[in-house]
């Protein structure tokens, strides 16, 4: 079982930045592809960002391109969100995730569903205030 432990979260003026991370637990963190997804109230979570086991591929929500970076660094087990410009809209939960795949197609088919995706973390909250 991985174990993924979000950190990061806050509150933060709009047009703010921060940095959320996902530290797993997992053996061969490259055999996972990792992703961050977002839950506002009131509305279902949300797919935000998926970036592949080696990190050369990513997929980003049209919602944040431009704005959010993800990254990873599988020396640490560890995957990055990085939030710039910050919206109101912004504010959620959100989590980490992640799923085994190892093998031809993991690198380019990366997944945007929630029940895709079989770890998850606690989530971290994200305040955006005007």
């Known amino acids: 079982q991985v174990q993924l432990v979000e950190s990061g979260g806050g509150l933060v003026q709009a047009g703010g930045s921060l940095r959320l991370s996902c530290a797993a637990s997992a053996r061969i963190f490259s055999n996972y592809a990792m992703g961050w997804f977002r839950q506002a109230p009131g509305k279902e979570r949300e797919f935000v960002v998926a970036?592949?086991?080696?990190?050369?591929?990513?997929l980003y929500a049209d919602s944040i391109k431009g704005q959010f970076t993800i990254s990873r660094d599988n020396a640490k087990n560890t995957v990055y969100l990085q939030m710039n410009r910050l919206k109101l809209e912004d504010t959620a939960v959100y989590y980490c995730?992640?799923?085994?795949?190892?093998?031809?197609?993991?690198?380019?088919?990366?997944?945007?569903?929630?029940?895709?995706?079989?770890?998850w973390g606690q989530g971290t909250q994200v305040t955006v205030s005007s």
């Open positions: 970036i592949s086991g080696s990190g050369g591929r990513t």
């Open positions: 995730a992640a799923y085994y795949c190892s093998g031809y197609g993991c690198e380019e088919n990366l997944r945007v569903r929630t029940h895709q995706y079989y770890h």
